[in-house]
C-alpha cells in the first residue's frame, strides 16, 4: 500500500510506512490517496469488494464513494502540540500506519507571568522577571519567532519608568522584560499592559512604599504651633510615621525613632526611643507640658540603619493658663506701726495667674488670712494653729480680682508676728510672701510682781526675820493685756504702808518711815529687804497693805497701783504661829480659785457643746427636708452605712450618664486666655437635635469665628493665623441695637389672641450657655438677631404671611430644615440644611441632661447632710461625755475638796480676824504669760524649800516654804490642793498659749 496527501494545495507527499507528518494544531491533513499494489506491483482496480475490505482506526465509517475514488478520510491534528496521533490502515492483511504530530499554529494570544515575587518598593526595581509567551489557539507556545520582534513588544502602566525596563528573547522562545520599577502614583495593586502586535494581556504588581526617607506625625498640624497650657497634656497621642519619597505611609519595622526637644521645655513621661511596629509607626503616647511661656520645638528622628531621617518639627507654643494662680501679690502699708488691741492696716490681695495678670476667676473663699506668732523661723508655709479669716465682702468701688482684708485686730501679744495669704481650690495652692508685723505693747495701765508674793506677816520685834515684809521682788509695768510696757519708762516706785482710815497705828518702815522710793528703769522696779522698824507702833492682827505707786515724769499724769497685804502682830509667837495660818490660807485660796477656774471652764465647754449640737441638728434638719423635696427615699438615711450605699448609687448614675454619647463641637478650640471669650460653636450649646442642626448650618460660616473681648488681641490672633482666622471683638460691636432677649414674638404686639401653629419661638431661647452668659447673649444677639424657630415650612410660610401684613418678619428656620429669609425666599439647595454629618464638626454641642444635673445637685445635698450628719453625732457624743465626766467620781471629789477648802477658808479667816479677802490692787493681778513656744508645764514655777527661819530664809520671792515648814497634813485632798495651789499662778498663761 502506498499512501500520500496534498498539503496546501501543494504536489503530493508520500508517506512511509510508520512515518511522523506534522500538521497545524487542531486543523485537517486533507487529500489523503492510496493505491494497493499485488505481489508483482501492479496496482489492483478498487472494486466494491475491495473498498469494503479497507479499515482506518481515525474514523468509524469510511464513505465507499470515496475509497472507491482511492482517498481516504481528513486527519484530524492534535490541539496539543505535546500530543500524536497514531493513524492505522489495513486491508485483507496489508497493514499501514503513521502518525500525526500537532505543531503550533499562528499565535492568536498572549500570556504574561511574572516570577517568584509581585511586590515592588516604590522607587525600586521588580525582583523578579516578567516571562511573555506566544500561544496559538489551542494554548500551544508559538516556537518560531522571527528577527525583529522585540520591536514589537511594548509594556505600559501608570508610572511606570520606561528608561529602567529591558526586554530580551528569553528561553524557549519566549519574550523576558525586567527593570520594572514605578514612580509616583498611590500604593496598592497595579496593572502592566504587555502588548505585542494586536495581541494583548495583562500583569498586576503590588506596588508597596519605597525606603523610608520622610516623616510625618498624623492628625498633627505641623505648619501651626501646638497651644498647650503648662503643666497640661496634648489632646492627641504623638504618633511618628515613616513614609517614602512620595509621603507614602511604610510598613518598615523595628525602625528606632527618638524625639529630640529643646532644653527649654519639659515632656512627660520623659519620651524614650522607640520602635516602629508592623505599620512603620512609633507611638509616643500623650505627654504633658511644662516649661515656661513662649515657643519651642520638637523633632522626631529615625535611624534607619545609618541613615538618619529627620521629621517635622513640631513647634509647642506653652501659653500661660489663666485659670492657674502662681503666686499672691499683697499691697499693704508697710511704714504702719502696730499696737495690741488696735486694728491691722488694710491688706489688699490680688492672686496673679500664669499670664502674669490677675486673675480675675478667683472666688473669695478659696483665700484666707494666716496670723500667727512668729518663733524666729522664715516660715516658707503657715504652721496648723493660726488665726484664719476669709475676705471682706466686696464694697463698691473695689477693684475686681482684688481681696480686701480691713479692720483686722492687732493680736493682744506684743511681738514680731506673720502673716500670710493662702490660695486654696483643691487643685492649687499658693502660698504669699511672709509678712512679718512688729507688734509694740499698749501703754502702760498696771503694775505687776513677777513673782505672786504670799501674805506677809510681822512682828515689832527685835529678830529681823520677823520684821521682814519683802525679801526680794520684782514690779513690772505691763498693759491692759498683760504685755510688758516700760520699755523705755523710766521713774520712780513709792512703797507706802496703808491702812483703813478707822485705824490710827500704822507700822513704820525700817528707818522710821512710812516710804521707801525705788528706781523705776525700763519699765522695772526691784524691792529688797523691806523691814518695819524695831518696836514701831502697830494694832495687833491688823491688816496693813503696801501701796506701790509708780509715776514717770516723761510720761505726765500716769501712775500705776500695785496693793500688798501684810498682817501686823505685837507678838513674836503669835506672829509665827499666825504665819503658818497664812500660808495655809494662800494655800487654801490658790487651790479654790484652781477649782472654780476648772469649773467654769467645764461649764462652759458644755454650753459651748450645746450650742454646738442645737446648731448641728438644724443643719441637718434643713438638709433633710431638702432631701425630702428632692424625692430621695429618707429609709437610707438612718445610718451613716445607708447614706454611704446611697451616695455610692448617685455617683455611678452620675458617672453613666456622663459617659452617654452626646453631641459635641468637632471645631479645634481658642487659644484660652482671659481675653479670648472662644469659638463661637463652643459659646453655646442646645438641647433639642432638629433645633441644633438647622441653627448650625444658618450659622456655618460664623461657627469658627474666635470672639475676643479686645480689639488688639482679635489683630493679635489674626497675626499668627496668617489672616486665615475669623475673629470678632466685643468692644468693637454696636451694642445699641442689639435685641431685647427676653422680649415677645413680634405677632403679640398686633394680635395677642393669635396662637398661630407650628409653635414660633425665638432661635436664641434655644441656646444654653456654659460661661459667660452676659457676653454671650451679645454675640448672638449681633449674629443670630431675632431668628424664628417653627415646626415645618408650611407653618413657617404661614406665620409669615400674616405677621407682614403690620411688621417687618425675621429670618424662620423649621426643624426639618427649611429657611425662609428675612426677604422671604426660601426653597433650593442654598435654604435647606443637610445631614448633620456632612458639616464636619461644626456643630453645637449638646449639654448634660437635666437628670445629669439632678443627679449632682441629689449627691452635693446627700455629702453635705452626711457631713451635717457626722458633726451632729460627734458634738452629741462629745457632749455626752462631758456630761458623764460631771458625773465622774473624781470630779464628785474636787466639788467635795472645794466645799471643804472654802469651809477651811473661812476658818482661818476667822482665826486671823480677816472678814474678806485681802485686795491686792486696784486692778487684777495677772502673773507672767510664758511665751508661745513654752510648754503649760514648764511655765509652773517651783516653790524653794527653807528648813527654818532666819535672817535669810523667811519668805522668799513672796512664795510660801516648802513642806517641811507648814504643818503637815497627809491627806488625799490637801496633796491635791496643795498641787493646784502650785499650779494656779501660772495657769492663765498655760490657756493664754493656745493661740485660737
Given at each position: 500500500?502506498?499512501?500520500?496527501?496534498?498539503?496546501?494545495?501543494?504536489?503530493?507527499s508520500?508517506?512511509?510506512?510508520?512515518?511522523?507528518?506534522?500538521?497545524?494544531?487542531?486543523?485537517?491533513?486533507?487529500?489523503?490517496?492510496?493505491?494497493i499494489?499485488?505481489?508483482?506491483?501492479?496496482?489492483?482496480?478498487?472494486?466494491?469488494?475491495?473498498?469494503?475490505?479497507?479499515?482506518?482506526?481515525?474514523?468509524?465509517?469510511?464513505?465507499?464513494?470515496?475509497?472507491?475514488?482511492?482517498?481516504?478520510?481528513?486527519?484530524?491534528?492534535?490541539?496539543s502540540?505535546?500530543?500524536t496521533?497514531?493513524?492505522?490502515?489495513?486491508?485483507?492483511?496489508?497493514?499501514f500506519?503513521?502518525?500525526?504530530?500537532?505543531?503550533?499554529?499562528?499565535?492568536?494570544?498572549?500570556?504574561?507571568?511574572?516570577?517568584?515575587?509581585?511586590?515592588?518598593?516604590?522607587?525600586?526595581?521588580?525582583?523578579?522577571?516578567?516571562?511573555?509567551?506566544?500561544?496559538?489557539?489551542?494554548?500551544?507556545?508559538?516556537?518560531?519567532?522571527?528577527?525583529?520582534?522585540?520591536?514589537?513588544?511594548?509594556?505600559?502602566?501608570?508610572?511606570?519608568?520606561?528608561?529602567?525596563?529591558?526586554?530580551?528573547?528569553?528561553?524557549?522562545?519566549?519574550?523576558?522584560?525586567?527593570?520594572?520599577?514605578?514612580?509616583?502614583?498611590?500604593?496598592?495593586?497595579?496593572?502592566?499592559?504587555?502588548?505585542?502586535?494586536?495581541?494583548?494581556?495583562?500583569?498586576?504588581?503590588?506596588?508597596?512604599?519605597?525606603?523610608?526617607?520622610?516623616?510625618?506625625?498624623?492628625?498633627?498640624?505641623?505648619?501651626?504651633?501646638?497651644?498647650?497650657?503648662?503643666?497640661?497634656?496634648?489632646?492627641?497621642?504623638l504618633?511618628?510615621?515613616?513614609?517614602?519619597?512620595?509621603?507614602?505611609?511604610?510598613?518598615?519595622p523595628?525602625?528606632?525613632?527618638?524625639?529630640?526637644?529643646?532644653?527649654?521645655?519639659?515632656?512627660?513621661?520623659?519620651?524614650?526611643?522607640?520602635?516602629?511596629?508592623?505599620?512603620?509607626?512609633?507611638?509616643?503616647?500623650?505627654?504633658?507640658?511644662?516649661?515656661?511661656?513662649?515657643?519651642?520645638?520638637?523633632?522626631?528622628?529615625?535611624?534607619?540603619?545609618?541613615?538618619?531621617?529627620?521629621?517635622?518639627?513640631?513647634?509647642?507654643?506653652?501659653?500661660?493658663?489663666?485659670?492657674?494662680?502662681?503666686?499672691?501679690?499683697?499691697?499693704?502699708d508697710?511704714?504702719a506701726?502696730?499696737?495690741?488691741?488696735?486694728?491691722?492696716?488694710?491688706?489688699?490681695?490680688?492672686v496673679?495667674?500664669?499670664?502674669?495678670?490677675?486673675?480675675?476667676?478667683?472666688?473669695?473663699?478659696?483665700?484666707?488670712?494666716?496670723?500667727?506668732?512668729?518663733?524666729?523661723?522664715?516660715?516658707?508655709?503657715?504652721?496648723?494653729?493660726?488665726?484664719?479669716?476669709?475676705?471682706?465682702?466686696?464694697?463698691?468701688?473695689?477693684?475686681?480680682?482684688?481681696?480686701?482684708?480691713?479692720?483686722?485686730?492687732?493680736?493682744?501679744?506684743?511681738?514680731?508676728?506673720?502673716?500670710?495669704?493662702?490660695?486654696?481650690?483643691?487643685?492649687?495652692?499658693?502660698?504669699?510672701?511672709?509678712?512679718?508685723?512688729?507688734?509694740?505693747?499698749?501703754?502702760?495701765?498696771?503694775?505687776?510682781?513677777?513673782?505672786?508674793?504670799?501674805?506677809?506677816?510681822?512682828?515689832?520685834?527685835?529678830?529681823?526675820?520677823?520684821?521682814?515684809?519683802?525679801?526680794?521682788?520684782?514690779?513690772?509695768?505691763?498693759?491692759?493685756?498683760?504685755?510688758?510696757?516700760?520699755?523705755n519708762?523710766?521713774?520712780?516706785?513709792?512703797?507706802?504702808?496703808?491702812?483703813?482710815?478707822t485705824?490710827?497705828?500704822?507700822?513704820?518702815?525700817?528707818?522710821?518711815?512710812?516710804?521707801?522710793?525705788l528706781?523705776?528703769?525700763?519699765g522695772?522696779?526691784?524691792?529688797?529687804?523691806?523691814?518695819?522698824?524695831?518696836?514701831?507702833?502697830?494694832?495687833?492682827?491688823?491688816?496693813?497693805?503696801?501701796?506701790?505707786?509708780?509715776?514717770?515724769?516723761?510720761?505726765?499724769?500716769?501712775?500705776?497701783?500695785?496693793?500688798?497685804?501684810?498682817?501686823?502682830?505685837?507678838?513674836?509667837?503669835?506672829?509665827?504661829?499666825?504665819?503658818?495660818?497664812t500660808?495655809?490660807?494662800?494655800?487654801?485660796?490658790?487651790?479654790?480659785?484652781?477649782?472654780?477656774?476648772?469649773?467654769?471652764?467645764?461649764?462652759?465647754?458644755?454650753?459651748?457643746?450645746?450650742?454646738?449640737?442645737?446648731?448641728?441638728?438644724?443643719?441637718?434638719?434643713?438638709?433633710?427636708?431638702?432631701?425630702?423635696?428632692?424625692?430621695?427615699?429618707?429609709?437610707?438615711?438612718?445610718?451613716?452605712?445607708?447614706?454611704d450605699?446611697?451616695?455610692?448609687?448617685?455617683?455611678?448614675?452620675?458617672?453613666?450618664?456622663?459617659?452617654?454619647?452626646?453631641?459635641?463641637?468637632?471645631?479645634?478650640?481658642a487659644?484660652?486666655?482671659?481675653?479670648?471669650?472662644g469659638?463661637?460653636?463652643?459659646?453655646?450649646?442646645?438641647?433639642?437635635?432638629?433645633?441644633?442642626?438647622?441653627l448650625?448650618?444658618?450659622?456655618?460660616?460664623?461657627?469658627d469665628?474666635?470672639?475676643?473681648?479686645?480689639?488688639?488681641?482679635?489683630?493679635?490672633?489674626?497675626?499668627?493665623?496668617?489672616?486665615?482666622?475669623?475673629?470678632?471683638?466685643?468692644?468693637?460691636?454696636?451694642?445699641?441695637?442689639?435685641?431685647?432677649?427676653?422680649?415677645?414674638?413680634?405677632?403679640?404686639r398686633?394680635?395677642?389672641?393669635?396662637?398661630?401653629?407650628?409653635?414660633?419661638?425665638?432661635?436664641?431661647?434655644?441656646?444654653?450657655?456654659?460661661?459667660?452668659?452676659?457676653?454671650?447673649?451679645?454675640?448672638?444677639g449681633?449674629?443670630l438677631?431675632?431668628a424664628?424657630?417653627?415646626?415645618?415650612?408650611?407653618?413657617?410660610?404661614?406665620?409669615?404671611?400674616?405677621?407682614?401684613?403690620?411688621?417687618?418678619?425675621?429670618?424662620?428656620?423649621?426643624?426639618d430644615?427649611?429657611?425662609?429669609?428675612?426677604?422671604?425666599?426660601?426653597?433650593?439647595?442654598?435654604?435647606?440644611?443637610p445631614?448633620?454629618?456632612?458639616?464636619?464638626?461644626?456643630?453645637?454641642?449638646?449639654?448634660?441632661?437635666?437628670?445629669?444635673?439632678?443627679?449632682?445637685?441629689?449627691?452635693?445635698t446627700?455629702?453635705?447632710?452626711?457631713?451635717?450628719?457626722?458633726?451632729?453625732?460627734?458634738a452629741?457624743?462629745?457632749?455626752?461625755?462631758?456630761?458623764?465626766?460631771?458625773?465622774?467620781?473624781?470630779?464628785?471629789?474636787?466639788?467635795?475638796?472645794?466645799?471643804?477648802?472654802?469651809?477651811?477658808?473661812?476658818d482661818?479667816?476667822?482665826?486671823?480676824?480677816l472678814?474678806?479677802?485681802?485686795?491686792?490692787?486696784?486692778?487684777?493681778?495677772?502673773?507672767?504669760?510664758?511665751?508661745?513656744?513654752?510648754?503649760?508645764?514648764?511655765?509652773?514655777?517651783?516653790?524653794?524649800?527653807?528648813?527654818?527661819?532666819?535672817?535669810?530664809?523667811?519668805?522668799?520671792?513672796?512664795?510660801?516654804?516648802?513642806?517641811?515648814?507648814?504643818?503637815?497634813?497627809?491627806?488625799?485632798?490637801?496633796?491635791?490642793?496643795?498641787?493646784?495651789?502650785?499650779?494656779?499662778?501660772?495657769m492663765?498663761?498655760?490657756?493664754?498659749?493656745?493661740?485660737?
Amino acid at each position: 500500500m502506498e499512501l500520500c496527501y496534498h498539503g496546501d494545495g501543494t504536489k503530493a507527499s508520500p508517506i512511509k510506512d510508520g512515518q511522523e507528518i506534522l500538521g497545524t494544531a487542531g486543523e485537517h491533513i486533507k487529500g489523503l490517496e492510496f493505491t494497493i499494489k499485488d505481489e508483482a506491483g501492479r496496482v489492483l482496480d478498487m472494486n466494491n469488494t475491495l473498498a469494503s475490505k479497507i479499515k482506518v482506526n481515525w474514523t468509524p465509517k469510511i464513505s465507499k464513494d470515496t475509497v472507491l475514488k482511492g482517498h481516504l478520510p481528513d486527519v484530524k491534528v492534535p490541539n496539543s502540540a505535546s500530543d500524536t496521533k497514531y493513524c492505522h490502515i489495513s486491508c485483507t492483511g496489508v497493514e499501514f500506519s503513521f502518525t500525526v504530530k500537532a505543531i503550533p499554529g499562528d499565535p492568536v494570544q498572549i500570556k504574561c507571568k511574572c516570577g517568584s515575587g509581585t511586590k515592588v518598593r516604590l522607587g525600586e526595581i521588580l525582583d523578579s522577571h516578567i516571562l511573555v509567551t506566544l500561544k496559538d489557539k489551542y494554548g500551544n507556545d508559538v516556537q518560531k519567532l522571527y528577527h525583529g520582534i522585540l520591536k514589537e513588544l511594548s509594556v505600559s502602566g501608570d508610572g511606570l519608568v520606561d528608561d529602567e525596563m529591558e526586554r530580551a528573547l528569553g528561553q524557549g522562545c519566549s519574550f523576558d522584560i525586567k527593570g520594572i520599577k514605578f514612580e509616583g502614583g498611590s500604593l496598592g495593586s497595579r496593572e502592566l499592559c504587555v502588548k505585542w502586535k494586536e495581541l494583548t494581556d495583562y500583569v498586576r504588581v503590588e506596588v508597596i512604599a519605597g525606603k523610608p526617607t520622610k516623616i510625618t506625625i498624623p492628625d498633627w498640624n505641623v505648619d501651626q504651633p501646638v497651644s498647650i497650657y503648662n503643666d497640661h497634656k496634648f489632646s492627641k497621642p504623638l504618633i511618628v510615621q515613616l513614609c517614602d519619597e512620595s509621603g507614602n505611609a511604610s510598613s518598615e519595622p523595628n525602625v528606632k525613632v527618638q524625639l529630640a526637644k529643646e532644653p527649654g521645655f519639659k515632656l512627660t513621661p520623659v519620651p524614650q526611643p522607640q520602635k516602629t511596629d508592623v505599620q512603620g509607626r512609633a507611638y509616643f503616647g500623650i505627654m504633658t507640658v511644662s516649661g515656661k511661656r513662649g515657643v519651642f520645638e520638637m523633632q522626631p528622628k529615625a535611624f534607619c540603619g545609618r541613615t538618619v531621617i529627620s521629621g517635622p518639627k513640631i513647634k509647642v507654643s506653652i501659653q500661660p493658663d489663666v485659670t492657674k494662680p502662681i503666686s499672691l501679690v499683697v499691697e499693704y502699708d508697710k511704714s504702719a506701726s502696730y499696737t495690741v488691741g488696735e486694728t491691722l492696716t488694710e491688706f489688699v490681695v490680688k492672686v496673679i495667674a500664669e499670664d502674669e495678670n490677675v486673675m480675675t476667676g478667683a472666688k473669695p473663699s478659696h483665700i484666707a488670712m494666716k496670723l500667727w506668732q512668729s518663733d524666729g523661723r522664715i516660715d516658707t508655709r503657715p504652721p496648723t494653729k493660726t488665726i484664719s479669716s476669709v475676705p471682706d465682702s466686696r464694697r463698691r468701688g473695689d477693684t475686681n480680682g482684688h481681696f480686701y482684708f480691713r479692720n483686722r485686730k492687732v493680736p493682744e501679744i506684743s511681738g514680731t508676728h506673720n502673716v500670710m495669704f493662702v490660695y486654696n481650690d483643691t487643685k492649687y495652692e499658693v502660698f504669699s510672701n511672709l509678712v512679718a508685723i512688729n507688734v509694740q505693747p499698749g501703754p502702760p495701765v498696771k503694775l505687776v510682781p513677777l513673782q505672786i508674793p504670799g501674805t506677809p506677816t510681822v512682828s515689832n520685834t527685835q529678830k529681823i526675820a520677823s520684821r521682814s515684809l519683802i525679801r526680794t521682788l520684782q514690779l513690772e509695768l505691763r498693759d491692759e493685756f498683760d504685755n510688758p510696757a516700760g520699755q523705755n519708762v523710766n521713774g520712780k516706785v513709792t512703797v507706802e504702808v496703808m491702812c483703813a482710815d478707822t485705824v490710827n497705828e500704822v507700822p513704820q518702815l525700817a528707818g522710821n518711815t512710812r516710804k521707801v522710793v525705788l528706781q523705776l528703769e525700763n519699765g522695772r522696779a526691784t524691792m529688797q529687804n523691806l523691814f518695819i522698824q524695831e518696836n514701831t507702833p502697830g494694832k495687833d492682827g491688823q491688816e496693813y497693805f503696801l501701796r506701790c505707786v509708780a509715776n514717770s515724769p516723761s510720761n505726765g499724769k500716769w501712775t500705776a497701783l500695785y496693793d500688798i497685804p501684810f498682817l501686823f502682830f505685837n507678838d513674836a509667837k503669835k506672829q509665827s504661829q499666825m504665819a503658818t495660818l497664812t500660808k495655809e490660807r494662800d494655800s487654801l485660796v490658790a487651790a479654790i480659785k484652781t477649782y472654780k477656774s476648772l469649773f467654769v471652764t467645764t461649764n462652759q465647754l458644755i454650753d459651748e457643746l450645746k450650742i454646738a449640737v442645737h446648731e448641728a441638728n438644724r443643719e441637718k434638719t434643713k438638709l433633710r427636708e431638702e432631701i425630702k423635696r428632692q424625692n430621695i427615699p429618707l429609709s437610707q438615711l438612718q445610718s451613716l452605712t445607708g447614706l454611704d450605699s446611697l451616695l455610692q448609687q448617685r455617683v455611678k448614675e452620675r458617672d453613666q450618664l456622663l459617659n452617654v454619647s452626646r453631641r459635641s463641637c468637632g471645631l479645634q478650640p481658642a487659644v484660652r486666655h482671659q481675653e479670648v471669650l472662644g469659638k463661637i460653636a463652643h459659646l453655646a450649646m442646645v438641647r433639642d437635635s432638629d433645633v441644633a442642626r438647622v441653627l448650625s448650618w444658618h450659622m456655618t460660616t460664623d461657627m469658627d469665628c474666635v470672639i475676643t473681648h479686645t480689639l488688639r488681641k482679635a489683630k493679635e490672633i489674626h497675626r499668627d493665623s496668617g489672616g486665615k482666622q475669623q475673629v470678632m471683638s466685643l468692644d468693637t460691636m454696636y451694642k445699641k441695637n442689639l435685641p431685647d432677649w427676653d422680649k415677645p414674638l413680634p405677632h403679640i404686639r398686633f394680635k395677642p389672641n393669635w396662637r398661630p401653629a407650628g409653635n414660633p419661638v425665638y432661635a436664641r431661647t434655644f441656646l444654653e450657655f456654659p460661661q459667660d452668659p452676659s457676653n454671650c447673649k451679645i454675640v448672638f444677639g449681633s449674629l443670630l438677631g431675632d431668628a424664628i424657630i417653627c415646626n415645618n415650612l408650611d407653618h413657617a410660610t404661614l406665620y409669615r404671611q400674616e405677621l407682614v401684613k403690620y411688621t417687618h418678619c425675621p429670618t424662620i428656620l423649621t426643624r426639618d430644615g427649611e429657611r425662609i429669609r428675612s426677604n422671604g425666599k426660601f426653597g433650593g439647595l442654598l435654604n435647606k440644611a443637610p445631614a448633620i454629618e456632612r458639616l464636619r464638626g461644626a456643630v453645637f454641642g449638646e449639654p448634660l441632661t437635666l437628670k445629669y444635673h439632678a443627679v449632682c445637685t441629689q449627691i452635693d445635698t446627700l455629702q453635705n447632710y452626711r457631713v451635717a450628719m457626722v458633726k451632729y453625732e460627734d458634738a452629741n457624743k462629745e457632749l455626752e461625755e462631758q456630761q458623764a465626766a460631771l458625773k465622774d467620781p473624781e470630779m464628785q471629789a474636787k466639788h467635795r475638796e472645794c466645799q471643804e477648802a472654802e469651809e477651811q477658808l473661812k476658818d482661818i479667816d476667822s482665826r486671823l480676824g480677816l472678814g474678806r479677802q485681802p485686795n491686792r490692787g486696784r486692778q487684777p493681778v495677772r502673773p507672767p504669760q510664758p511665751s508661745f513656744d513654752e510648754d503649760p508645764s514648764s511655765a509652773k514655777r517651783s516653790r524653794p524649800s527653807s528648813g527654818r527661819q532666819s535672817d535669810t530664809s523667811s519668805i522668799v520671792n513672796g512664795v510660801t516654804p516648802s513642806r517641811s515648814s507648814a504643818p503637815s497634813t497627809p491627806t488625799r485632798q490637801s496633796a491635791r490642793r496643795s498641787a493646784m495651789a502650785n499650779d494656779s499662778p501660772n495657769m492663765g498663761g498655760a490657756k493664754r498659749a493656745r493661740y485660737n
